[in-house]
């Protein structure tokens, strides 16, 4: 758009210099950088975020106990029964294709204030389904306008996150989609046993519109936004030459969410076994979520109230993840982060190899805990003992999920690192919404033992995952067909 002459005379002159603050922070002190907002904000904006990141997992894991509910009031087949859960999933892996392209245009905040009202709506449909079929829509787009807030979440909280402390926030975080998997159907169990399946629906939305209001009273975090808005509050650009159409957003982030990370999959030896190992350990844990209650009530004659407890090894298990994740942060990568640093030039790059220390440690726990639950279920030994078990292998598909996924995000950095990112997670929700479809049935034809050991063996043969990466990973970034930057 040509400004008018009235526009131009109303226009600023501005110095040189002035103006070319307007494309990057006016110093380290402005106070629009997010990295400066007070505390209590940038505390505020954390929670707020992170509680509409766990809504989003929350709303699609609550359905879990009330499949079955689901199945005898449309006398449907199991797999008919579980599709609601894997569809939420299914949208989830899609999503981005939404959000992203809105975050890159409007900003952080105008996806959240957008896509989780539309989420909300869909989940009011999924309360009032008439069937199977209304039901399966209204939770596949729920999933869709749902997962903005997953990423988004994470991108906001990076915004005002030094350097260092990014990997820390990062590996704390990405155990929230796995506690909520777990918290959600525990909290569901209770709700559809007093109030029917329909309550599991209306609890997700109460919440989700609790922790909707919050969000309306914080900033943007988005640098590229901010200094667009700056510029137009100036008079330097008006709004139409300074942003970027939506069109043109859409196919920018086809190419990062879709195209490349479809390449990066099937070309990226990274990227491939990253996305391998992560998927596998998301559909494990929905695998978890169908077939636990199921072997408590099949072996331990738990009742429909002590099912819901079972799940709470896994709850456990997920959120104390980030205790040993902290440690090994906080007392060896950033100990050897600030030890290099002193040998080297601030242009070279630290080795992303180092992310890779929990994963390795969680990639031995995992087999050996995932046997255990299979074989203390099977001989009937006391039930907290498979529980127990349960939470370990949580634990352990935590530390592998941190670890690799920061050592690819650091290996590709910034540039390639959102398509390596994009695709993880489609291949972590469309495993996520195939397990649940084939788990339960898997269970009961060849008994706890045997199906959740076939499990374990996969995850034997996906062990030298990190070690490989920790040995070759130098040379596996060299020979990338993507320019590796820093």
């Not at 749902?146 to 350097?163: C, G, K, R, V, W």
Request: proline share 6%; hydrophobic share 45%.
């Amino acid at each position: 758009m040509i400004k008018s002459r009235e526009d131009h005379a109303q226009a600023p002159t501005l110095p040189t210099e002035r103006r070319e603050t307007l494309l990057d922070w006016d110093g380290p002190s402005d106070p629009e950088n997010p990295r400066n907002f007070p505390l209590a904000l940038r505390m505020f904006t954390t929670v707020t975020v992170t509680v509409l990141a766990l809504v989003s997992v929350f709303a699609g894991a609550i359905y879990a106990p009330a499949q079955t509910y689901v199945r005898a009031e449309f006398d449907l087949s199991y797999e008919v029964a579980v599709l609601p859960l894997s569809l939420y999933n299914l949208g989830l892996a899609f999503g981005p294709i939404i959000g992203a392209p809105l975050s890159e245009t409007y900003g952080r905040k105008t996806v959240f204030v957008i896509t989780t009202p539309v989420f909300i709506f869909f989940m009011i449909g999924s309360g009032f389904a008439k069937s199977i079929d209304a039901l399966n829509i209204c939770r596949f787009f729920a999933g869709m306008f749902a997962s903005s807030n997953i990423s988004n979440a994470s991108a906001t909280m990076l915004d005002y996150t030094p350097d260092l402390r990014r990997g820390l926030v990062l590996g704390i975080y990405y155990c929230i989609p796995s506690f909520t998997a777990t918290l959600a159907p525990l909290i569901g169990g209770f709700v559809v046993v007093a109030k029917g399946w329909r309550w599991t629906q209306w609890t997700a939305i109460m919440v989700a519109t609790a922790a909707y209001i919050p969000i309306l009273f914080t900033k943007e975090t988005y640098k590229k936004v901010i200094l667009q808005r700056r510029a137009i509050r100036l008079g330097l650009e008006d709004s139409a030459s300074q942003r970027v159409s939506v069109g043109t957003a859409v196919r920018h982030f086809f190419t990062t969410l879709i195209q490349r990370p479809v390449h990066m999959l099937l070309t990226e030896p990274i990227v491939t076994f990253v996305s391998l190992y992560n998927g596998f350990n998301f559909g494990l844990l929905y695998a978890f979520v169908i077939t636990v209650p199921w072997m408590m009530r099949t072996y331990y004659d738990f009742d429909k109230t002590s099912e819901s407890l079972s799940y709470l090894g896994m709850t456990i298990g997920t959120l104390t993840a980030c205790l040993p994740f902290t440690l090994i942060d906080t007392f060896i990568y950033q100990k050897r982060f600030l030890a290099w640093r002193e040998t080297h030039s601030a242009s070279e790059k630290f080795p992303p190899k180092y992310r890779l220390l929990s994963s390795m440690a969680g990639s031995i726990l995992l087999p050996p805990s995932l046997f255990a639950v299979a074989w203390t279920v099977q001989y009937r030994v006391h039930w907290i003992v498979p529980i127990l078990f349960q939470g370990l292998s949580m634990l352990s598909c935590m530390l592998v999920y941190a670890g690799v996924n920061l050592f690819m995000l650091d290996s590709y950095g910034p540039l390639y690192g959102a398509s390596a990112s994009g695709a993880v997670q489609l291949s972590r929700y469309i495993l996520s919404f195939a397990f649940p479809l084939f788990a339960l049935r898997m269970a009961e034809g060849l008994g706890a033992g045997w199906s959740t050991s076939l499990l374990g063996i996969f995850t034997v043969l996906l062990v030298p995952i990190p070690w490989c990466f920790w040995r070759f990973g130098d040379w596996l970034r060299e020979h990338s067909r993507y320019e590796i930057s820093d």
